[in-house]
């Protein structure tokens, strides 16, 4: 989720025409469908010769399948197969499940797991049934600077990585950063009095949402969990004063479950014994510790 601490240019380990194959693996983009050489160099910035080489050598590999008719690509089962295998590797993702779910009944609202990639938050883990204005699913991105679960994850960040993010969401956002940051930093303060991030409006108009950190025991993270509706159903009273509280509590008791610390069982409830016994799918450091936790 972060990106490398050296430049490129500088970190005699960095493999340069490893790192444009995957970004042409990047370009692709949900609901994009098909891309041609041309579309993909101009956003990765990579030459157009070179990308013809890279999508002709990811061809050969798999990972790409050529579209003869339209001389463009899509993504193979193949490239489709690291997403899913990430995706079963997150224990933290299964171990969220019941206490998302939960929580998604208690207010309503839609609840989502997120970590972040450069400078937006994908969702790794979404829970919503029935929430108008909330189309987002897992493998959505996000902006950071802007949204709930974003803010969150910048404030749970060591204070030398936040301020190297600042910096680049500054280079990112020009003549608009003075307004972002000022955003960023009410965050902060919300956060310190009352463990909770919000966003009104900031990033779409119509939608208002709240976000927490989730830190893990393991080295592994931060991640970020919002909850999110239409702004008439979520007014930014009862963004402060019942989801926010609800959705604190809610990571608390992930973290708890994650640590073996004592859970916190007021503002929501704590999923059933029958939610949380759903086996999580092997893999990784954070499944093992949820597994051994039954």
Not at 189 to 214: C, M, N, P, R
Not at 241 to 268: C, F, H, K, S, Y
Request: hydrophobic fraction near 40%; aromatic fraction near 6%.
């Amino acid at each position: 989720m972060k990106r490398p601490g050296k430049k490129p240019a500088t970190d005699r380990n960095f493999v340069v025409a490893l790192s444009r194959g995957l970004e042409v693996l990047r370009a692709f983009r949900p609901n994009d469908g098909l891309l041609g050489n041309q579309e993909i160099a101009a956003r990765t910035n990579l030459p157009k010769p070179t990308v013809s080489r890279l999508t002709y050598t990811l061809t050969k590999l798999g990972y790409l399948t050529p579209v003869p008719r339209f001389e463009k690509y899509q993504l193979a089962p193949s490239a489709l197969l690291l997403g899913y295998a990430a995706l079963a590797n997150l224990g933290v993702r299964q171990l969220s499940e019941p206490f998302r779910e939960q929580l998604m009944r208690e207010t309503g609202g839609a609840v989502a797991l997120g970590g972040r990639d450069r400078l937006s938050m994908i969702y790794i883990g979404q829970s919503r049934h029935g929430v108008v204005n909330v189309q987002l699913d897992v493998g959505s991105r996000i902006p950071i600077a802007t949204t709930a679960m974003g803010r969150a994850y910048i404030w749970a960040l060591p204070e030398e990585e936040r301020a190297g993010l600042m910096r680049e969401l500054r280079e990112h956002y020009g003549s608009r950063w003075a307004k972002i940051r000022d955003g960023i930093e009410r965050a902060g303060e919300t956060v310190a009095k009352y463990g909770f991030t919000i966003s009104a409006g900031e990033w779409q108009d119509d939608v208002h949402a709240v976000g927490v950190a989730l830190r893990l025991n393991d080295g592994t993270g931060p991640y970020a969990i919002n909850c999110g509706a239409p702004a008439f159903r979520f007014t930014e009273e009862r963004l402060r004063t019942d989801i926010g509280p609800r959705l604190v509590a809610m990571v608390r008791n992930i973290e708890a479950a994650l640590g073996g610390l004592v859970p916190q069982t007021n503002q929501t409830s704590t999923p059933s014994n029958k939610e949380l016994n759903k086996k999580p799918k092997p893999g990784g450091k954070v499944a093992r510790v949820a597994e051994g936790i039954r």
